[in-house]
Structure formats: C-alpha cells, structure tokens
C-alpha cells in the first residue's frame, strides 16, 4: 500500500494536483466514477454481442473497436467537456516516466524472478546481475548498460 501511496503522490504531483481520499465505508463517494466504469462495461459487452463474436483478428483491431465505442459515448458529452476544457492548464512539458526498475539475479536455471513471475533469459546470462525496467506490457532486461532483452509481462503471478 505504501508504493501505491508513493506512486500515487509522484503521479498528482507530476500533474500539480492535490490529493483527496473517500471516507473509508462510503460507497457513494466514488459513485461516479465506479458508475461511468460499469457501464462502459456494459456497452463493450453490448458491443461484442452485436457484432456476434468476442475474437479480433489483431489486438489493433480490439483497439480500434474499443476507441470507437469510446468516441460514440463521448459525442454526448462533448458541449459538457467544451465547457470544462476553459477550466484545463497544460500539461507538463515532460512525460511522466512509467518504469519501474528493479535488480535482478539470474538463477542457475537461466530463469529471473520479476514482481512474482519466472522468465527465462539466455543460458549466458547465469549467475548475471540484471537490471529490470517494468513497463505496463513488457520487461527490459539490461546487463550493465547494454540491453540484453525484451520480454513480454506476464499478468497474475507464478
């Protein structure tokens, strides 16, 4: 929970904004929010019935069906959000770096242990120290300054 709070802290103060927590036992006070959530749900689950199968061809096709359903439920909100986009600053010149990095050990069955979960790496690579940068999709592996490897990021854990 700390991290959280540390990666939360560093994400409103990237953006210059203040944080503010619900009242621990009262449902309402993220009403909106959870509210907006289930129902996109829904309409991503109406979506796929209509179009009678639930498979993409590429996760780029996923994409584009969610980014259409997404722009469809927009257009009724687009006055509300004019009217509110008066209200906006800019955003910070800088990105905000998503990474994490941790170290690493490779083990002696050529495998390296990343927030729960086994990957293999080239055999080369035993009894090497790694550094890992974690990304939302995917792992680089880097051995001192030269990049060793790209993996994809295994969700769950073991």
């Known amino acids: 929970m700390h991290e959280f709070t540390q990666n939360y802290r560093a994400l409103l103060a990237h953006y210059g904004m203040q944080p503010s927590a619900n009242t621990a036992g009262c449902a309402n006070q ?32 996923y994409e584009h069906c969610l980014g259409e359903l997404v722009r469809q439920r927009n257009l009724t909100r687009s006055q509300r959000f004019e009217a509110e986009r008066a209200a906006l600053r800019a955003l910070p010149t800088a990105p905000l770096d998503f990474t994490r990095e941790v170290t690493v050990r490779v083990s002696r069955f050529s495998l390296v242990r990343v927030l ?3 990957y293999s790496v080239p055999s080369r690579l035993i009894g090497a120290t790694l550094k890992a940068r974690i990304r939302s ?21 073991n």
């Open 30 to 61: 993220n009403g909106d929010v959870e509210q907006s959530h289930f129902r996109f749900k829904e309409a991503v689950d109406q979506a796929l019935r209509v179009r009678g199968t639930r498979d993409f061809a590429t996760r780029s096709d």
């Open 116 to 118: 729960n979960n086994h």
């Open 137 to 157: 999709e995917n792992l680089d592996l880097y051995h001192g300054t030269a990049h060793v490897l790209t993996l994809p990021r295994l969700s769950g854990r």
